[in-house]
């Protein structure tokens, strides 16, 4: 099983919100792909409201929760964004297979 990333990007440029939705995989090796789409979606402007959805992935690995969050926490200091909101399953889903990715087993 490969870790597969999707993000849907869903905008309401009315209410000037912004949803990032994330299925699949949320790993350490594939964490970088979400930052990349939520600094692409923050250009959009004005934005009120950001919201990161992960409640649907398959699995997330605590590595990149933090590194997620850590990218987020920068933006938000930065002055780039308005607060952002995290929507997390209360238990991070596992992989599947057990298998981590690459950076998340070199820790």
């Not at 919100?17 to 923050?42: K, M, P, Q």
């Not at 959805?53 to 990218?71: G, K, M, N, S, Y």
């Amino acid at each position: 099983m490969t870790h597969d990333l999707s993000i849907a990007v869903h905008a309401d440029v009315e209410q000037h919100e912004l949803r990032l939705s994330v299925t699949g995989c949320l790993t350490a090796d594939s964490h970088s792909s979400l930052i990349a789409v939520f600094r692409r979606a923050c250009a959009l402007e004005p934005l009120t409201s950001i919201t990161i959805d992960l409640t649907e992935a398959r699995h997330i690995e605590p590595a990149a929760l933090v590194f997620l969050r850590t990218a987020v926490d920068q933006a938000e200091r930065d002055g780039i964004i308005e607060p952002v909101v995290f929507r997390v399953p209360d238990q991070l889903p596992p992989c599947p297979t057990g298998i981590q990715s690459a950076m998340s087993s070199e820790g």
